[in-house]
């Protein structure tokens, strides 16, 4: 496979990270992660605004983020991943090489870029059948708003539920349900679907988004309303989103059941026109 490092196109086992670098030593960084539909690669223009967010409230200087979205669409060619169902395309910015020591680097020193584009593992029977998750206390810092690569928790959290059988961790923060390690949460209460509002303790996911205008389409309310731990269970549906778990039905949580344990009907209405809009768009 043929990545990105630099400003350079090299093998991908020929890319060497310094062990002074910033990202290694402190994980002093950022990340997205995109997926591409049939080699298109799907709302990046989203994404970079994100990273360029989230490379601003860190205060890494990189102003050529947009170019970034040429270099994913040339490693979706080189290594002819435009055939496949999907390919996920990986970017990461870190605060670049210098001796270490907590503060920034005196002398400025370039940032480190890294974009990688791999196969898309299927989640297709996943996002068909439905999922457990387990709930979890939310141990992460307080901006969780920026996609920052320090994601000890949320590998802690993800593999606690990989241990208990379960496909995502979804945490809870003072009581309040926040959001999956790796995606953003769902409820439906009487037929309204109700998420975290945005602020600093979830992702603002760009599956998010695209969820609260299928929402205002199809005429299904929507509000961003805080959510207790207590009155989870007596949400009727509840599901996933993000770029890789697309929308993903929960159909259990810890060892109880959500609804009748099947995918609920709002849920498989937002699962099929979203699938219908990535289907339009790799034709497109
Ligand atoms: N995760 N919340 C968290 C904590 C996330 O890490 C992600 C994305 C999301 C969903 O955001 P989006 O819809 O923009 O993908 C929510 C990526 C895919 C990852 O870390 O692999």
């Known amino acids: 496979m043929i990545a990105y490092f630099n400003g350079q196109f090299l093998p991908r086992e020929e890319i060497r990270v310094s062990p002074d670098d910033r990202g290694f030593l402190f994980a002093d960084g950022v990340y997205e992660v995109i997926r591409a539909y049939g080699g298109k690669p799907f709302k990046m223009s989203e994404h970079l605004k994100r990273l360029a967010r989230s490379l ?13 979205a040429a270099v994913g669409e040339k490693l979706i060619a080189v290594n002819n991943l435009g055939e496949g169902e999907y390919a996920t395309i990986y970017i990461q910015i870190t605060r670049g090489a210098a001796s270490r020591k907590h503060t920034f680097p005196d002398e400025p020193v370039p940032p480190t870029v890294y974009v990688a584009a791999s196969p898309g593992i299927s989640q297709r029977a996943k996002i068909e059948k439905g999922v457990k998750i387990i709930l979890v206390p939310d141990i992460r810092w307080t901006r969780c708003d920026i996609k920052s690569v320090s994601l000890l928790p949320n590998v802690l959290a993800n593999q606690q539920a990989k241990e208990k059988g379960a496909e995502e961790a979804v945490f809870v923060r003072n009581g309040k349900i926040t959001e999956g390690s790796h995606t953003n949460f769902f409820m439906i209460f009487d037929g309204q679907v109700r998420t975290h509002p945005l602020n600093t303790h979830i992702l603002p996911g760009i599956t998010r988004d695209i969820i609260r205008d299928l929402c205002r389409d199809f005429k299904i309310p929507f509000r961003e309303k805080l959510v207790s731990e207590k009155d989870l269970p007596k949400a009727e549906e509840m599901f996933l989103s993000g770029t890789s778990m697309e929308v993903t039905p929960v159909i259990q949580v810890d060892d109880w059941k959500v609804g009748q344990g099947t995918p609920g009907s709002v849920t498989v209405r937002l699962r099929e026109a979203y699938k219908k809009m990535l289907d339009d768009f790799r034709k497109s």
């Open 56 to 68: 601003k409230e860190i205060r890494i200087d990189f102003p050529e983020v947009e170019k970034l």
